[in-house]
């Protein structure tokens, strides 16, 4: 398996007459690659996203994840299978205010079968990466969210997409919000984490400056079919 990704004759629709519709004929992203797409305001990149991460379902065509054609799969399945294998990080970082960190984070494995596998090992997992990312035991089991700064919670979502030592992350401009310092840092973090553990990486973004962090780019107006 030299790809992460496959994506083959995609047609996607939203259910409105004349609505907007996505057609791309071919994109593969290889293997522990960090890729970021570009592509103007309402050109579809969330839109992709969602049908990556299978929030959304195409019309036709394939979508191979790993090896698995993921659009075939059952919502359950499909559910399960992001869960495992994929990281996502959004764009207001969608942190739960009304739980705590920990619990932000460990959300991703609350829908696998983490109960019978080492509930520990997750537990040491997400305080060992929030050591590394220079965010203490005690932020981490406070009782709710809602008091985080931005930066806290830009480095919990990068917590909680790799939790689970996802296959693939993809990124919906999580990156627009912050200020240039905060950015800077975020894009180091979440890189150096792709890096380390060998996790694919697919960014969207507006912000063409960007492009030095990643291997290579994609402008999704060139990879779709009128
Ligand atoms: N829930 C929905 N129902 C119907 N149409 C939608 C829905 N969500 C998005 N669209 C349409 O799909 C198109 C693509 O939207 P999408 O959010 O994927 O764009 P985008 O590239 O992510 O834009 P932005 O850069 O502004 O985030 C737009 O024309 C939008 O109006
Ligand atoms: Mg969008």
Same mark, same amino acid.
Request: proline share 2%.
């Given at each position: 398996?030299?790809n992460? &990704?496959? !994506? *083959? @004759? %995609?047609?996607? =629709?939203? +259910? /409105? #007459?004349?609505?907007?519709? &996505?057609? !791309? *004929? @071919? %994109?593969?992203i =290889?293997? +522990? /690659? #960090?890729?970021?797409?570009f ?7 969330s ?59 460990m ?87 792709c ?14 400056s ?17």
């Amino acid at each position: 398996m030299n790809n992460a &990704l496959d !994506i *083959k @004759n %995609l047609l996607f =629709k939203w +259910n /409105k #007459k004349d609505g907007f519709s &996505l057609k !791309i *004929k @071919n %994109l593969s992203i =290889k293997r +522990n /690659k #960090k890729v970021i797409m570009f592509g103007q305001s309402g050109s579809g990149k969330s839109t992709l996203l969602n049908l990556i991460s299978g929030i959304l379902s195409p019309v036709s065509g394939t979508i191979i994840i790993k090896d698995t054609i993921t659009n075939n799969l059952s919502s359950n399945k499909k559910d399960l299978f992001r869960a495992n294998n994929i990281g996502v990080i959004f764009q207001q970082f969608n942190i739960l205010d009304y739980i705590s960190p920990i619990n932000n984070i460990m959300l991703p494995c609350f829908f696998t079968n983490f109960k019978k596998k080492n509930k520990k090992f997750f537990y040491n997992r997400a305080f060992n990466l929030a050591t590394k990312l220079d965010l203490k035991r005690n932020i981490l089991l406070q009782k709710n969210s809602s008091q985080l700064s931005v930066g806290q919670k830009q480095r919990i979502a990068i917590i909680r997409a790799v939790i689970n030592k996802p296959f693939l992350i993809v990124a919906d401009e999580p990156t627009s919000a912050l200020d240039n310092k905060n950015k800077v840092n975020f894009l180091d973090l979440l890189v150096n984490i792709c890096d380390t553990e060998k996790i694919t990486l697919l960014m969207v973004s507006h912000d063409t400056s960007l492009k030095k962090y990643f291997d290579s780019y994609i402008t999704l107006e060139k990879i779709v079919q009128k």
